[in-house]
């Protein structure tokens, strides 16, 4: 055990520096170890870090809110109504709903934050289409919105779930996959076209299906091969 010859702290092995002044340790008896256990949890970076996250949010939250009510008031001033101004001004709140506003929050979890942006994907896109007064949301906008959120959570769900296997995980991904193209062809084609069509789609969702095969004989045959090793204690 070492002592700060600038504040008289007492250092442990694992200390190079003295975490209350900084002062270099130097003890030929008790050389530094950086495998040595620390005699307090080094969190302090972790929480620097998202403290710094929160306040970055913050800024750019105002920042945001500047563009965001001068375009309405300089369309409201010029025009003496908001029109134009509502397509940048829908653009400005769906950036700060989907990347700035989960940045707020010191623990967000990201699976809630995914369905948010998905959301506000949602209502950006009705605002559009309330604005330029097309006929493309309900059938097209909104199952693609949903669709793409569905399958970019799942596979979150996936990759973060540790009761499922890693040969489990790849399956049901790749299932996932299939079933995302199928669907997009599917709404696409009707929404253009007006009939069930699927070409492209097939070659992608028969690639995934031929993958989840695969990784299924693999995993069983890994299975097999370590119960075989186990009952040979090799």
Not at 126 to 151: D, E, N, Q, R, S
Request: with cysteine; charged share 15%; net charge positive.
């Amino acid at each position: 055990m070492s002592y700060c010859v600038n504040c008289g702290v007492e250092l442990a092995a694992s200390e190079k520096r003295c975490p209350l002044c900084g002062v270099e340790v130097i003890n030929p008896s008790s050389p530094f170890d950086p495998t040595a256990a620390r005699p307090y949890p080094d969190r302090h970076e972790a929480i620097r870090h998202r403290a710094i996250r929160v306040v970055a949010a913050r800024v750019l939250s105002l920042l945001m809110a500047i563009p965001f009510i001068l375009v309405l008031l300089l369309d409201l001033i010029e025009d003496g109504s908001m029109s134009w101004s509502l397509i940048p001004a829908a653009s400005i709140a769906f950036a700060f709903l989907a990347f700035v506003f989960p940045c707020l929050f010191k623990k967000p979890i990201l699976w809630m934050f995914m369905i948010f942006s998905t959301l506000a994907a949602a209502a950006y896109l009705f605002v559009l289409h309330i604005i330029l007064k097309g006929g493309w949301y309900y059938l097209f906008a909104l199952p693609l919105t949903a669709m793409t959120g569905a399958a970019t959570i799942g596979i979150y769900l996936m990759i973060r779930s540790k009761k499922a296997s890693l040969p489990l995980k790849l399956i049901i991904i790749l299932l996932i996959i299939m079933v995302f193209v199928l669907l997009v062809q599917l709404v696409t084609e009707l929404n253009f076209r007006g009939e069930i069509r699927f070409d492209w789609s097939l070659y992608v969702a028969v690639s995934c299906g031929m993958l989840s095969l695969v990784v299924l004989i693999v995993g069983r045959l890994y299975r097999k091969s370590e119960r075989f090793r186990k009952k040979l204690f090799f």
